[in-house]
């Protein structure tokens, strides 16, 4: 992957200097914070792009298509995977449009309720997303640049940020 040439110091540290320096201590720490999971997340977003883009896929498509290929019968309302994926309802018709069009998914009626619209992935939507987790595992998800304690010290922080941010309930797994 093509980048920019290494900066001779850490931008995201020089801030934090600078934060402090014009008497915002308080909150130079969680600039910090914030700043640097907003990078990682470019570069990781980066990493993912590279590896989906021979596929026609974007990230929302690949997640759509692997969220599909985790049910137990390929599909699922299209509400109910918005929700799963924590995305609004429009960008899941955009997604599914897409991936109808490249005849990766299909639109079918709910086999009980009229009102409701499932998606389904066809086989060589299933074939894709497999192929795309394999690569990705290979290439990105297999390498995140931590390892051991300190790759499961960062899910869990992150986890709990999350989670005080109301992203989920523990109490509540009812919902898989």
Do not use: C
């Not at 308080?26 to 980066?46: H, K």
């Not at 759509?64 to 929700?83: E, Q």
């Not at 299909?106 to 894709?128: F, N, Q």
């Not at 709990?160 to 509540?172: I, K, L």
């Amino acid at each position: 992957m093509p980048s920019a040439p290494k900066l001779p110091l850490d931008p995201i540290a020089e801030a934090h200097r600078q934060w402090v320096r014009h008497g915002w201590t308080d909150a130079a720490d969680g600039m910090a914070a914030v700043t640097s999971i907003m990078r990682v997340q470019q570069i990781m977003m980066a990493r993912v792009d590279e590896v989906l883009k021979p596929t026609g896929l974007t990230f929302a498509r690949y997640e759509l298509l692997t969220l599909l290929t985790f049910t137990r019968t390929g599909a699922l309302p299209m509400a109910k995977a918005s929700a799963r994926l924590q995305v609004h309802p429009t960008s899941v018709t955009n997604a599914v449009d897409r991936l109808e069009k490249a005849g990766l998914v299909t639109r079918v009626p709910h086999p009980t309720d009229r009102r409701t619209t499932l998606v389904e992935i066809t086989d060589s939507g299933r074939r894709l997303a497999v192929s795309a987790t394999e690569q990705l595992n290979e290439r990105v998800f297999g390498k995140p640049g931590l390892a051991g304690r300190d790759l499961d010290s960062l899910v869990a922080i992150l986890a709990g940020v999350r989670r005080r941010a109301g992203d989920f309930d523990d109490e509540d797994d009812s919902g898989w």
